[in-house]
């Protein structure tokens, strides 16, 4: 991977993480157009830049995350976020092999667009517009929909938790700014053990994903960049993203995924990938 390849990657996962088009299968697909090797270093970088991505989400929302008198905001988090942990733990090999296929995550680009085509019509009566009318039932409920992204790459976390909050009630804004919330946690455990659990194949043998960037100062200079250039990107997206979305809606992005998955599978099946 050459930096300019890392800094397109980075753009893109910026611009994917809180939109509702899945930020994993655009970057595995990115990287897939530019021919990367699908090596240890590769899937923990598309893993561990979006680390630089939800720093966005703490600096826009820095209020929310730093009132330290709210506790009940951070139960809430940790009680949604336990399922995916759980099943990310339980069936981390099999997730593995499902972002190594293009065409997996192509077509559930398309099942995502479909069912975005139809979400605004389902949820047309939510009432709940403030954090704090969550529920920890609530909060728990959105979590296991983000069990989803996890089972499926290519669904798209953010679709995942903003249809689960859709469905307990709350608002459009409200649904994916909870999201975003629930995103830190998340990522953040994502890329932890990514880098100091997760046993990364290495030269033939079992190595740590820190270990990885720090045997490497190019891997480690593609680390930083990518975090950076992820977080400046997401700080834009996501100011964007909350305004088209209470405008639109969400009919949009559904097109856009169908209309995408369906040019990666003809384009895989031309070049031999399907």
């Known amino acids: 991977?050459?930096?300019?390849?890392?800094?397109?990657?980075?753009?893109?996962?910026?611009?994917?993480?809180?939109?509702?088009?899945?930020?994993?299968?655009?970057?595995?697909?990115?990287?897939?157009?530019?021919?990367?090797?699908?090596?240890?270093?590769?899937?923990?970088?598309?893993?561990?830049?979006?680390?630089g991505a939800i720093l966005a989400v703490v600096v826009l929302y820095w209020r929310k995350f730093l009132d330290f008198k709210s506790w009940t905001f951070y139960a809430k988090l940790l009680l949604a976020v336990i399922p995916a942990l759980i099943f990310g733990k339980l069936f981390?090999?099999?997730?593995?092999?499902?972002?190594?296929?293009?065409?997996?995550?192509?077509?559930?680009?398309?099942?995502?667009?479909?069912?975005?085509?139809?979400?605004?019509?389902?949820?047309?009566?939510n009432t709940i517009e403030e954090e704090g009318k969550i529920s920890y039932v609530k909060a728990i409920i959105i979590g296991c929909f983000q069990v989803l992204a996890v089972a499926?790459?290519?669904?798209?976390?953010?679709?995942?938790?903003?249809?689960?909050?859709?469905?307990?009630k709350l608002t459009r804004k409200l649904a994916a700014e909870f999201s975003f919330f629930l995103a830190v946690p998340t990522m953040a455990a994502a890329t932890l053990y990514s880098l100091f659990l997760k046993d990364w194949p290495q030269d033939g043998a079992a190595t740590k994903g820190y270990k990885i960037l720090l045997g490497n100062s190019d891997n480690l200079k593609l680390f930083a960049v990518g975090n950076v250039v992820a977080f400046v990107?997401?700080?834009?997206?996501?100011?964007?993203?909350?305004?088209?979305?209470?405008?639109?809606?969400?009919?949009?992005?559904?097109?856009?995924?169908?209309?995408?998955?369906?040019?990666?599978?003809?384009?895989?099946?031309?070049?031999?990938?399907?």
């Open 1 to 51: 991977m050459t930096l300019i390849q890392a800094i397109v990657i980075a753009i893109v996962e910026g611009l994917t993480e809180f939109l509702p088009i899945s930020s994993t299968g655009h970057m595995v697909m990115t990287s897939t157009a530019f021919g990367i090797e699908k090596e240890s270093f590769t899937k923990l970088f598309e893993v561990s830049i979006q680390f």
């Open 92 to 125: 981390d090999d099999i997730i593995d092999e499902k972002l190594g296929s293009p065409v997996f995550i192509a077509s559930m680009f398309i099942a995502g667009g479909i069912v975005l085509l139809f979400i605004d019509k389902l949820f047309t009566k």
């Open 152 to 168: 499926l790459p290519g669904i798209s976390r953010s679709a995942a938790t903003i249809i689960g909050g859709m469905s307990q």
């Open 233 to 274: 990107v997401a700080l834009i997206a996501i100011k964007f993203f909350i305004g088209f979305l209470q405008k639109h809606g969400f009919k949009i992005f559904g097109w856009y995924r169908i209309i995408a998955g369906i040019l990666l599978l003809v384009w895989l099946w031309k070049s031999g990938q399907f």
